[in-house]
């Protein structure tokens, strides 16, 4: 039940977004903006970021964290 209320609210934020941005309502700067804040939320850090700042080597990294491609780019989410 949990999940499916998830996903629900899942696809209503892509399409409020969505929808405001067709809109003119929303622009760039305030995607970007979110972009930023939800990178926040999820604690975002690059593969070669996040070995640094915990010491660990980036194929540890890479092996025992969860990585999320995100336009190209490898990422490690770690929001605990």
């Known amino acids: ?9 899942t696809e209503k934020l892509i399409t409020f977004v969505a929808t405001k941005f067709e809109a003119n309502e929303l622009d760039n700067t305030s995607l970007v903006e979110l ?9 975002l850090k690059t593969i070669p970021d996040y070995a640094k700042a915990n010491n660990l080597t980036y194929e540890g990294v890479k092996k025992c964290r969860n990585i999320e491609v995100i336009f190209g780019v490898r990422f490690v989410v770690e929001n605990d």
């Open 1 to 9: 039940m949990e999940n499916a209320k998830i996903r629900q609210n």
């Open 35 to 43: 972009f930023k804040s939800m990178g926040m939320y999820l604690n």
